[in-house]
Protein backbone atom coordinates (compact mmCIF):
# COMPACT_ATOMS: atom_id res chain seq x y z
CA UNK A 1 0.00 0.00 0.00
CA UNK A 2 0.94 3.26 -1.13
CA UNK A 3 1.52 6.31 1.66
CA UNK A 4 -1.37 8.87 0.96
CA UNK A 5 -0.10 11.90 -0.58
CA UNK A 6 -1.05 15.10 1.25
CA UNK A 7 -1.59 17.93 -0.85
CA UNK A 8 -1.94 21.58 0.13
CA UNK A 9 -3.29 24.70 -1.78
CA UNK A 10 -2.21 28.04 -0.64
CA UNK A 11 -4.66 30.49 -0.82
CA UNK A 12 -4.39 33.93 -0.25
CA UNK A 13 -6.21 35.61 2.66
CA UNK A 14 -8.68 37.97 1.85
CA UNK A 15 -7.14 41.24 3.65
CA UNK A 16 -9.67 44.00 4.06
CA UNK A 17 -7.88 47.48 4.34
CA UNK A 18 -8.92 49.38 7.43
CA UNK A 19 -10.02 51.99 5.27
CA UNK A 20 -13.09 51.50 3.07
CA UNK A 21 -12.84 54.48 0.38
CA UNK A 22 -15.61 56.10 -1.11
CA UNK A 23 -15.13 57.38 -5.08
CA UNK A 24 -17.74 59.93 -4.37
CA UNK A 25 -15.00 60.99 -2.10
CA UNK A 26 -12.27 61.12 -3.70
CA UNK A 27 -10.83 64.51 -4.40
CA UNK A 28 -9.50 67.81 -2.54
CA UNK A 29 -12.35 70.13 -1.58
CA UNK A 30 -12.19 73.88 -0.81
CA UNK A 31 -14.04 74.99 1.98
CA UNK A 32 -17.25 77.51 1.04
CA UNK A 33 -18.51 77.81 4.24
CA UNK A 34 -18.48 76.46 8.25
CA UNK A 35 -21.63 77.45 10.19
CA UNK A 36 -23.28 76.65 13.70
CA UNK A 37 -26.75 76.34 14.79
CA UNK A 38 -28.22 75.26 18.02
CA UNK A 39 -31.10 72.72 18.01
CA UNK A 40 -34.07 75.12 17.43
CA UNK A 41 -31.47 75.90 13.99
CA UNK A 42 -30.52 79.67 15.05
CA UNK A 43 -27.35 80.34 14.04
CA UNK A 44 -24.43 80.43 16.30
CA UNK A 45 -21.75 83.00 16.71
CA UNK A 46 -18.39 81.30 15.15
CA UNK A 47 -15.70 80.41 17.63
CA UNK A 48 -11.93 79.84 16.90
CA UNK A 49 -11.79 79.37 13.46
CA UNK A 50 -13.90 83.08 12.80
CA UNK A 51 -16.72 83.71 10.52
CA UNK A 52 -15.53 82.31 6.90
CA UNK A 53 -12.33 80.43 7.95
CA UNK A 54 -10.75 78.75 4.47
CA UNK A 55 -9.46 75.43 3.98
CA UNK A 56 -8.77 71.80 2.18
CA UNK A 57 -10.28 68.30 2.69
CA UNK A 58 -8.30 65.77 1.02
CA UNK A 59 -10.03 62.26 0.12
CA UNK A 60 -7.55 59.78 -1.88
CA UNK A 61 -8.40 56.77 -3.26
CA UNK A 62 -6.76 54.15 -1.21
CA UNK A 63 -8.06 55.48 2.20
CA UNK A 64 -6.37 58.82 3.54
CA UNK A 65 -7.49 61.95 4.25
CA UNK A 66 -5.80 65.18 4.99
CA UNK A 67 -7.84 68.75 6.46
CA UNK A 68 -6.49 71.99 7.19
CA UNK A 69 -8.81 74.56 8.38
CA UNK A 70 -7.63 78.36 9.10
CA UNK A 71 -9.14 81.88 10.17
CA UNK A 72 -8.96 84.13 7.31
CA UNK A 73 -7.52 86.68 9.81
CA UNK A 74 -5.13 84.82 12.76
CA UNK A 75 -4.03 88.23 14.01
CA UNK A 76 -5.41 88.99 17.33
CA UNK A 77 -7.60 85.83 17.83
CA UNK A 78 -8.15 83.96 21.16
CA UNK A 79 -7.15 80.67 20.85
CA UNK A 80 -7.92 77.41 22.91
CA UNK A 81 -4.80 77.84 25.16
CA UNK A 82 -4.96 73.69 25.95
CA UNK A 83 -4.59 72.77 22.83
CA UNK A 84 -7.44 70.38 23.67
CA UNK A 85 -10.63 69.55 22.54
CA UNK A 86 -12.89 67.86 25.56
CA UNK A 87 -15.15 67.02 22.88
CA UNK A 88 -14.20 63.11 21.59
CA UNK A 89 -16.01 64.25 18.30
CA UNK A 90 -14.42 66.97 17.53
CA UNK A 91 -10.69 67.96 16.87
CA UNK A 92 -9.04 71.11 18.52
CA UNK A 93 -7.69 74.40 17.51
CA UNK A 94 -4.98 76.60 17.96
CA UNK A 95 -4.28 80.41 17.41
CA UNK A 96 -7.00 79.63 14.67
CA UNK A 97 -5.99 76.96 12.93
CA UNK A 98 -6.96 72.97 12.26
CA UNK A 99 -5.23 70.26 11.42
CA UNK A 100 -5.07 67.01 11.18
CA UNK A 101 -4.32 63.80 8.63
CA UNK A 102 -5.82 60.10 8.53
CA UNK A 103 -7.66 57.45 7.36
CA UNK A 104 -11.20 57.57 6.76
CA UNK A 105 -14.25 54.79 6.30
CA UNK A 106 -17.55 55.60 4.89
CA UNK A 107 -20.50 53.71 5.85
CA UNK A 108 -22.97 54.17 2.75
CA UNK A 109 -26.10 53.21 4.45
CA UNK A 110 -25.99 55.67 7.31
CA UNK A 111 -24.25 58.40 4.95
CA UNK A 112 -21.23 58.70 7.60
CA UNK A 113 -17.54 59.02 7.22
CA UNK A 114 -15.39 58.39 9.97
CA UNK A 115 -11.92 60.61 10.49
CA UNK A 116 -9.10 58.35 11.68
CA UNK A 117 -6.42 60.51 13.24
CA UNK A 118 -3.07 59.24 12.82
CA UNK A 119 -1.76 63.03 13.63
CA UNK A 120 -2.89 66.09 14.51
CA UNK A 121 -1.91 69.61 15.00
CA UNK A 122 -2.88 68.77 19.03
CA UNK A 123 -1.23 65.77 19.84
CA UNK A 124 -3.98 65.07 22.25
CA UNK A 125 -6.58 64.33 18.97
CA UNK A 126 -4.31 61.46 17.11
CA UNK A 127 -5.84 58.77 17.52
CA UNK A 128 -9.34 60.42 17.59
CA UNK A 129 -12.27 58.50 15.67
CA UNK A 130 -14.41 61.64 14.06
CA UNK A 131 -18.07 60.92 12.85
CA UNK A 132 -19.61 62.85 10.26
CA UNK A 133 -22.60 62.84 8.30
CA UNK A 134 -21.73 63.89 4.10
CA UNK A 135 -24.03 64.34 1.14
CA UNK A 136 -23.01 65.15 -2.51
CA UNK A 137 -24.58 66.41 -4.72
CA UNK A 138 -22.21 67.34 -7.85
CA UNK A 139 -18.90 68.66 -7.05
CA UNK A 140 -20.37 70.22 -3.42
CA UNK A 141 -19.69 68.34 -0.34
CA UNK A 142 -22.25 68.92 2.95
CA UNK A 143 -20.71 67.37 6.17
CA UNK A 144 -22.43 67.69 9.62
CA UNK A 145 -22.03 67.05 13.14
CA UNK A 146 -22.63 67.91 16.42
CA UNK A 147 -19.62 69.13 18.49
CA UNK A 148 -20.41 70.82 22.00
CA UNK A 149 -19.77 74.37 22.40
CA UNK A 150 -17.36 75.86 24.60
CA UNK A 151 -19.98 76.03 27.25
CA UNK A 152 -21.17 72.42 26.76
CA UNK A 153 -24.64 72.96 24.57
CA UNK A 154 -25.32 70.86 21.85
CA UNK A 155 -25.18 72.38 18.07
CA UNK A 156 -24.74 71.21 15.04
CA UNK A 157 -21.56 71.91 12.27
CA UNK A 158 -22.12 72.34 8.98
CA UNK A 159 -19.49 72.75 6.28
CA UNK A 160 -20.00 72.86 2.50
CA UNK A 161 -17.39 71.98 0.43
CA UNK A 162 -16.40 72.63 -3.50
CA UNK A 163 -14.33 70.27 -5.10
CA UNK A 164 -11.32 71.96 -6.85
CA UNK A 165 -9.67 68.41 -8.50
CA UNK A 166 -10.46 64.78 -8.19
Sequence with gaps: ??????????????????????????????LVSRTDRD??????????????????LIYDAAG???AQLAARDRTGLVCDSTGQSPDPNNNANIGGYSA?????????KTATVIHILDGALSPADAGKRLWRR????????????????????????????????P
Excluded: C, K
Excluded at 39 to 56: H, N, Q
Excluded at 155 to 161: E, V, Y
Design 1 to 30: MRPATIMAVLLPLAVSSPATPSPSLVGTWQ
Design 39 to 56: PGGRLLSATGLGEAPIGY
Design 64 to 66: HVA
Design 100 to 108: YFGRYEVNS
Design 134 to 165: FHIVGDTLTIAFEPLSPDGAPRTRTFIWHRVS
